[in-house]
């Protein structure tokens, strides 16, 4: 079965500087990757997604990812902070057979110091 | 184009108590999943329901049932609440396709339910 690790509970980052959130995964063959984010009190916002070729993704809000396979990582970036990011992170990974579930993993909250 | 909805948005129950929640898919979805998020926690898969049949489901009693609708809404039922069950309860539409192999899930805010 697949499973999702993100090993930083909680990220604190000054306005402005560069963010990377990383996100490991397990499963024998290339996965569907997702990143979300979910604001306090709400839902789940899709930020970018993999499924297959560049390994660079670019998404919503600034932000970008990069699937590693040799590191079965996929790890989130972003160049330049803004307040308005300070939110929970979730990775998410999905087989690219049978039905559609998403395993995600326990998040990273991110806060934003002036 | 409507995005996913959910009702209510928070519910307060007692234990024992059941409970229906309520999800409208995107339009054009055809495939409904549902998530369970306890507090601190990612989301858990429930289960998914594509074709008004259970397509796929997680570790869950069979206590939580679900229905989907010609018109693609969805149900959750959750019978003889426990503590627990105490989280945020998402609902995910996606478009399946004719071969069986879907896109990405749009969520819906969730509703909150607390077992008292």
């Known amino acids: 079965a697949q499973s999702v690790t993100q090993p930083d509970i909680h990220i604190t980052v000054s306005e402005g500087a560069s963010l990377e959130l990383r996100c490991n995964y397990s499963?024998?063959?290339?996965?569907?990757l997702f990143w979300y984010v979910q604001s306090p009190g709400q839902g789940l916002q899709l930020l970018l997604k993999?499924?297959?070729?560049?390994?660079l993704v670019q998404g919503i809000k600034g932000f970008e990812a990069e699937f590693k396979r040799s590191q079965s990582s996929f790890n989130l970036r972003k160049p330049s902070v803004h307040w308005s990011d300070a939110a929970e992170y979730f990775c998410?990974?999905?087989?690219?057979?049978?039905?559609?579930?998403?395993?995600f993993g326990t998040g990273t909250r991110l806060t934003i110091i002036p | 184009e409507t995005g996913v909805t959910q009702s209510p948005t928070h519910l307060i129950k007692t234990r024992g108590q059941q409970v229906t929640l309520r999800c409208s898919s995107q339009?054009?979805?055809?495939?409904v999943s549902w998530y369970q998020q306890a507090l601190g926690q990612g989301p858990q898969f429930i289960f998914q329901?594509?074709?008004?049949?259970?397509?796929g489901r997680g570790n869950f009693p069979p206590r939580f049932s679900g229905l989907q609708f010609p018109n693609y809404s969805s149900e959750l039922n959750v019978n003889a609440l426990e503590l627990d069950d105490s989280a945020l309860y998402l609902c995910?539409?996606?478009?399946?396709?004719?071969?069986?192999?879907?896109?990405?899930?749009?969520f819906g805010p969730g509703t909150r339910l607390t077992v008292l």
């Open positions: 499963y024998g063959a290339t996965p569907y």
């Open positions: 993999y499924f297959s070729g560049d390994t």
């Open positions: 329901y594509y074709r008004e049949e259970e397509n």
């Open positions: 339009s054009g979805h055809n495939t």
């Open positions: 998410a990974v999905r087989t690219n057979f049978g039905n559609e579930k998403l395993t």
């Open positions: 995910a539409s996606s478009q399946t396709g004719t071969s069986g192999r879907g896109n990405e899930q749009f």
